[in-house]
């Protein structure tokens, strides 16, 4: 379990993060949101279909992006904010930035609950959130769980000395690794729960999925799912997702399953 805010969001089953892009140029087309009725629309998609967490971006970390400065990042993140905080006060809000600054004006301003920092982290982000007191989703750059394993202990050891309470490892699909060796990851992700902190997957339509597939990201709905559930069976804690519903029935069935080979 980890604190977000006064409560406690608990992972005795897996729960899903909905993407709330306000970008435009994320990889997944439908993922951009600028608009304001298309962000509230989009804020109460994820909400009706049982995410648990809302993942807010403003700037995007595809292959080959460009990322935009701190003060349009900012800007597009307070469109939103003001938006879903609004319409959703009591919403668990995710902040996916890689900028330490960003983080702490997210938490101080909005009351954002978690960090996502997809670059694995530096100094200044570790004494942030430290400081702050949110969990923080620590993302792995590495090609391989050996490595990974290696870097989570050194990454975990010097934000736990910072004083940093919770912490969600999230292998990074999409982030420095081959497709073979994300299929390998997958393979081996239950190693990672050695660590006893919560897993988040990030695998919705990406590369290592659509290109298998010889297909688009429109098109790898049916392909996320079939990777969703594999990564729940290796335990996965949390799916961060584009399709909510499809993410939720996959957790439901695969813990249908579970308790099935428990009972019997």
Known sequence: MI???????????????????????????ESRTMAADAIAQRAKSIIDEGAAIIDIGGCSTRPDSKPVDEDEEKRRLASALD?????????????????????EW??????????ND??????????????????????????????MLMTFATATDRLHALGQKDIILDPGFGFGKTREGEFAILNELDKLK???????????????????????????????????????????DILRVHD?????????????????????
């Open 3 to 29: 604190n977000v805010g006064s409560r406690l969001l608990t992972f005795t089953k897996p729960v899903v993060m909905g993407i709330l892009n306000v970008t435009p140029d994320s990889f997944y087309g």
């Open 83 to 103: 938006i879903v905080r609004r319409d959703h006060p009591q919403a668990v809000l995710s902040i996916d930035t890689f900028r330490p600054a960003m983080a």
């Open 106 to 115: 997210c938490v101080r301003e909005y009351d954002a609950d978690i960090i």
């Open 118 to 147: 997809v670059t694995g982290g530096t100094d200044e982000m570790y004494a942030t959130v430290a400081n702050l007191g949110v969990p923080y989703i620590l993302t792995s750059q590495d090609s391989n769980i050996h490595d």
């Open 194 to 236: 050695i660590m006893d902190m919560p897993l988040l997957v990030g695998v919705s339509r990406k590369r290592m999925i659509y290109q298998t597939l010889g297909i688009t990201p429109e098109d790898a709905l049916n392909g996320t799912t079939a990777v969703n559930t594999i990564a729940l069976t290796k335990g996965a």
């Open 244 to 264: 909510v519903k499809a993410a939720v029935e996959a957790i439901e069935l695969t813990c249908k399953y579970r308790n099935a080979i428990i009972t019997t």
